[in-house]
């Protein structure tokens, strides 16, 4: 079996490939934009580190931290460990050295005690001396002691390939043993002036400067942020020398995954102020850092999460480039100049196909399970993580892995089947609703189940009194289906937590019913019978449909039934298509075919067929195909859009977006 | 802040380059070091002997240690053993060296017999030096020192010898020096300016003089050209023609052929025709030259040939002569010293054309009983049938002059060392090359080719020259001795 995420991370990605490598060969003064990666729990952001650490960390220079780690991380803890990445020898470059920020570091490290400036320097060298050897002794080098403080942030979360994770170890097994301290001559003296020379620094004198970088360390937070700012900047500053120097790589790549959390954007935040001072403010020349973080929510720091007072919009991944950035980037002035937001697209049927196939076809037990590629896009909506944890259950499972009812009964359990991830076993919907909903607790995930009963969740959260905090916060998460005018809920994680309210029928009818009687109220009568639908109405939709056939034109009247058809479901858990199409409209021979009992028929079944979980392989498609021919036999005029339908559901072509059907 | 340019080449790429270029010019220099190496290792025959040349001969210096060819075994074995002896002795010693061309080819004027003859003097005279009845101190090793044929690398045996000047051997003095040619020439000019003593025992080239620390013990082309006219006076011959090879760098034929023709003439005697010459360097052309001769010494009637030129054309004129038209005349024909380098074989064979043969030569044992007091009674014993000589080296005769040409040149050059020793304490090849000239009078060398001493420009001072003739065996019979002057310096 193929390892995860090799080779299969670059599916959909390949926009980011390339704007990572345009921005590695640019000049090393060249303005760079910090490229965040926006997008669900799941969408593939930490894939895609993975995907640019094997592809470049061979040849570049690089560094990963994970500031989403169980960890909390303080800036320059994050800095020494990106610092000793970076430090890696590459056969192409010399070794990069980073003297300032190892100085600055070890100068706030450990209270300096000093009576008299003039005894002072004396005795700077001497304590600074003497925490080296310190830490010498005890980890080998001074930046390796952050490291064995800091060393659950660098951990990579799942997703990783086998390949960047033995990249990564390798980066920071095989940083700099020997002293940084060496570098700058053991005296200091070098990068101590420039610690003198900083604007931040009040003494002019290097070693009063040091003095008050270590005293900031001391005192409180005000002092600390700006003893983080002045390291953030003595950090560039050593990236700026060293890609001045022959031999030397254009840029290093510094990845950052899980950035939204406190402490990452409290990185970022000291990162892009560090940048917009010395390249704009002080106007020197840009540092030469590729920075790709990724997020999985809206920042703070953007305004609200509706965008509207954030100068940019989020782009998509497939068209990113170095000229689009500059060409979209806002004015110079603003620090949002730098930041080159992309939003994380689902997977499409092509890509999902090219995953599946790489990671089942090669093994002959599980290549059949190829063929259920359109099932897997249809029910994830393309979400990475979800067709990675539905591919998991597959492999894992004793599904019958030939086409047939058995396979579709056993499809229809799918979210209750279990998932083994390390020691951790628990059913695919409490796996899958976990890790999107990370950080919800179970009054608010219950609360959002409730929600989910409707199509426009801006709807379900008012009709149901969740509040807009509810909204919000998943609008921050892009929980919501990206690409749609009506705020829903992403697919999959939609159709989970009605799964999941399907367990609780008393619930499940009140919520329709709430909502069916709002809509009623709005007069939106084709939502009112979507949640009616919902609650097992089939008679009254039907008899609802029956009196728009004549009344309306075909095109319309063929929108309406679409969407009441596509209502969730909470048909029984155990059946394939058939049979559950069978409890819903049982067949009668002797009965003739009249418009009731053909709108009846084709509603039983598009309601079946709407849900991958009831008709994983659309089994019903000849069956609606055959109700459409039906009605356009009972009409005299206005047929064609009905014969199209029947055309379009005989030969059904799988979309390649879930964003227009089911 | 001045920023250097950036380079971006990959640091590997470039590191890989560099130490490959590294590598490249390491190779560069060790590979000719190492070729270099291996060809000196390949070459080397023994210490300070190494092969070179066409003929991958093995040169250079060694102290009997080393056998440079296999007919030199028995003295050269000798040789080791009194090194040795010497070296592992009390007494002081110093080094002199025989130099010549121990091994030959086709294109040398000398023979093996020859050289081996001369090695066995040399070490004649370190024996008597050492041991014998002119026992001194310091003693002296002898080292054997060959040139190649034709002294083709001399530099590389110069060179060594130079080396051994300070090195335990103490070299002093090098004698022998092989037959007048421009590469001995070179060699003697070289050891000269490393101030290293020197004694010829065959050079007779007139022109070879006025050499720093340079004697010979051979009396001069011109010397042995007037010795001969003065023989031929006393025997009443009054009319000759000279034949003269004309061949380039034959120093020896142009400077015998010219003091002939200057000193011959006079009022009752004359040249009857002029110079006839041959030109040996025309490989084509020299023996129908000789030929061509033969209707013309027919004709003029002379009563001597006066031949200046090498042994091994002599034969070929006097083959050319035996079939002369004119097998009335007998035709007396006279040669020079190389006549000696002939070998016995080549020898008989002129013999056989029946042509009577004189030539004057460098040396002869019969010299000693027959013209007694030309001679040193002491050094000529040594080369008498059943003397040392014979003992140590028998059924090798010795009648071409070699073996006491260069015992006179060692023992010279011991007399030299002797005299340094006793008069200014410290013996260097300077200070031997002074005595050179303060050996006259009761200090001249007593040689067993006559009592030598020398001229300020290295010549000997009218040194005896043996007239001899070749008889119907094809060996040298001494017929007396006579000198540029007319006679010989006498003993007592």
């Known amino acids: ?662 | 802040m001045s920023r250097i340019p950036r380079i971006e080449w990959p640091l590997h790429i470039v590191r890989r380059v560099v130490v490959g270029l590294i590598v490249v010019a390491a190779l560069a220099v060790a590979v000719p070091y190492g070729a270099g190496w291996i060809g000196q290792w390949r070459a080397h025959c023994a210490d300070g002997v190494v092969e070179r040349g066409e003929a991958d001969e093995c040169v250079g210096v060694t102290d009997g240690g080393y056998a440079f060819a296999k007919h030199l075994d028995s003295v050269r074995k000798k040789i080791k053993k009194e090194n040795d002896r010497v070296a592992d002795g009390d007494e002081p010693y110093v080094s002199v060296a025989y130099m010549t061309s121990f091994t030959l080819t086709d294109d040398d004027s000398n023979s093996e017999e020859s050289v081996r003859h001369e090695l066995e003097g040399a070490y004649l005279a370190q024996y008597r030096h050492n041991n014998g009845d002119l026992s001194a101190s310091p003693k002296i090793r002898l080292l054997i020192a060959n040139t190649g044929s034709s002294s083709g690398q001399w530099r590389y045996t110069v060179d060594e010898l130079i080396k051994r000047k300070t090195s335990q051997d103490r070299l002093v003095a090098v004698t022998g020096l092989g037959p007048s040619t421009d590469d001995n020439l070179a060699a003697i000019r070289r050891l000269s300016q490393h101030g290293i003593a020197m004694v010829a025992s065959t050079m007779t080239a007139t022109n070879i003089k006025d050499i720093a620390g340079f004697v010979r013990v051979a009396p001069t082309n011109e010397d042995e050209a007037y010795a001969a006219s003065a023989y031929l006076k006393r025997k009443k011959i009054t009319s000759a023609v000279v034949v003269q090879d004309t061949a380039k760098g034959n120093l020896y034929a142009r400077t015998l052929g010219t003091a002939f023709s200057k000193v011959f003439p006079d009022k009752g005697h004359r040249l009857v025709a002029e110079t006839m010459t041959f030109d040996s360097s025309i490989s084509s052309a020299w023996k129908n030259e000789l030929l061509y001769m033969r209707s013309q010494l027919c004709e003029q009637k002379p009563q001597v040939v006066y031949f200046a030129g090498r042994g091994r054309h002599l034969t070929h004129f006097l083959y050319a002569i035996a079939n002369r038209s004119c097998q009335e005349r007998t035709f007396t024909v006279i040669a020079g010293d190389d006549t000696t380098n002939l070998t016995a074989q080549e020898l008989a064979r002129a013999a056989k054309t029946k042509v009577q043969v004189y030539y004057t030569g460098l040396a002869h044992p019969d010299m000693w009983q027959k013209e007694p007091d030309a001679v040193s009674d002491l050094s000529a014993q040594y080369f008498q049938n059943g003397g040392e000589l014979d003992r140590w080296f028998p059924n090798d005769p010795r009648h071409d002059g070699q073996a006491i040409m260069a015992h006179d040149a060692v023992i010279t050059a011991a007399q030299g060392v002797q005299m340094a020793a006793r008069w200014q304490g410290e013996v260097t090849g300077d200070a031997v090359g002074r005595m050179f000239h303060q050996m006259e009078g009761s200090l001249r060398v007593a040689g067993a080719s006559g009592f030598i001493s020398f001229r300020e420009n290295g010549n000997p001072v009218n040194k005896a020259v043996p007239i001899l003739r070749l008889d119907e065996r094809g060996r040298s019979e001494f017929v007396e001795a006579s000198a540029a002057g007319g006679k010989p310096p006498e003993g007592r």
Request: net charge neutral; hydrophobic share 40%.
């Open chain 1, 1 to 662: 079996m193929m390892q995860p995420g090799s080779g299969v991370g670059l599916r959909g990605r390949s926009g980011i490939i390339s704007l990572v490598q345009a921005c590695l060969k640019e000049p090393p003064t060249a303005e760079r934009p910090v490229v965040m990666l926006l997008g669900p729990r799941g969408s593939g952001a930490s894939e895609a580190h993975s995907m640019l650490m094997e592809h470049f960390g061979p040849e570049h220079p690089f560094a990963y931290v994970n500031l989403g780690g169980s960890q909390s991380l303080l800036p320059r803890y994050a800095l020494a460990l990106l610092a000793r990445q970076l430090e890696r020898k590459l056969p192409r470059y010399g070794r990069s050295h980073f003297p300032l920020l190892t100085l600055g570091l070890l100068a706030s490290d450990q209270l300096l005690r000093m009576n008299s400036l003039a005894e002072g320097r004396r005795a700077i060298q001497r304590q600074l001396d003497a925490f080296q050897e310190r830490s010498e002794e005890r980890y080998g080098d001074y930046l390796a002691a952050f490291f064995e403080v800091a060393s659950g942030a660098v951990g990579a979360p799942d997703g990783f390939s086998t390949m960047a994770l033995a990249l990564l170890q390798d980066a920071l097994r095989r940083g700099r043993r020997r002293l940084p301290g060496r570098v700058f001559g053991g005296k200091y003296s070098a990068s101590a002036a420039w610690y003198g020379s900083h604007p931040l620094t009040r003494s002019q004198d290097q070693w009063e400067a040091l003095v008050e970088l270590n005293l900031w360390r001391h005192e409180g937070d005000e002092q600390q942020e700006r003893l983080d700012r002045v390291l953030f900047s003595a950090f560039l500053e050593d990236l700026r020398r060293n890609t001045a120097r022959a031999f030397m790589p254009r840029s290093y790549l510094l990845l950052l995954d899980n950035s939204h959390t406190e402490y990452g954007r409290r990185f970022l935040d000291h990162l892009i102020r560090a940048r917009h001072d010395d390249a704009v403010v002080t106007g020197t020349d840009c540092d030469p850092l590729t920075v790709v973080a990724s997020s999985n929510r809206w920042l703070p720091r953007w305004g609200p999460a509706t965008g509207d007072a954030w100068p940019w919009r989020l782009r998509g991944p497939d068209r990113a480039s170095l000229q689009d950035w500059h060409e979209h980037r806002p004015t110079r002035d603003s620090d949002d100049t730098w930041w080159y937001p992309l939003r994380l697209r689902d997977l499409n049927l092509d890509e999902v196909r090219i995953r599946i196939d790489l990671e089942l076809g090669g093994n002959p037990e599980l290549a059949p399970f190829t063929r259920l590629t359109p099932f897997v896009h249809r029910l994830t909506g393309g979400l990475p993580r979800a067709v990675r944890q539905v591919l998991d259950v597959l492999q894992q499972s004793t599904a019958p892995a030939e086409d047939g009812p058995g396979q579709d009964r056993w499809l229809r359990t799918l979210p209750d089947q279990t998932l083994r991830v390390g020691e951790d076993t628990r059913t695919l919907v409490d796996a899958a609703l976990g890790h999107l909903l990370r950080g919800f607790d179970p009054v608010a995930r219950g609360a959002l189940a409730e929600c989910a009963a409707a199509r426009d969740l801006s709807v379900g959260t008012r009709v149901l009194s969740s509040g807009e905090t509810l909204f919000g916060e998943i609008r921050a998460r892009w929980l919501l289906s990206p690409g749609t005018i009506t705020p829903t809920l992403h697919p999959w994680l939609r159709r989970l937590l009605l799964w999941e309210l399907g367990r609780r029928p008393g619930d499940w009818d009140t919520v329709h019913e709430l909502l069916a009687e709002h809509f009623r109220t709005e007069r939106q009568p084709v939502q009112a019978m979507y949640h009616r639908l919902a609650m097992g109405c089939i008679d009254e939709v039907t008899d609802h449909l029956l009196l728009r056939f004549p009344a309306v034109p075909t095109p319309q009247w063929i929108s309406e039934f679409s969407l009441i058809t596509s209502a969730p479901n909470r048909l029984p858990s155990h059946g394939g298509p058939l049979e559950l199409l069978a409890g819903l409209a049982p067949l009668r021979p002797d009965q003739a075919v009249d418009a009731a009992s053909a709108i009846r028929g084709l509603v039983a079944a598009r309601w079946v067929w709407s849900d991958p979980l009831a008709d994983p392989a659309m089994r019903l498609n000849d069956l609606i195909a055959d109700g459409f021919t039906q009605l356009s036999q009972l009409r005299r005029n206005d047929i064609v859009a009905l014969f199209n339908e029947a055309e379009r559901y005989r030969h059904w072509r799988h979309p390649q977006t879930t964003e227009s059907e089911g």
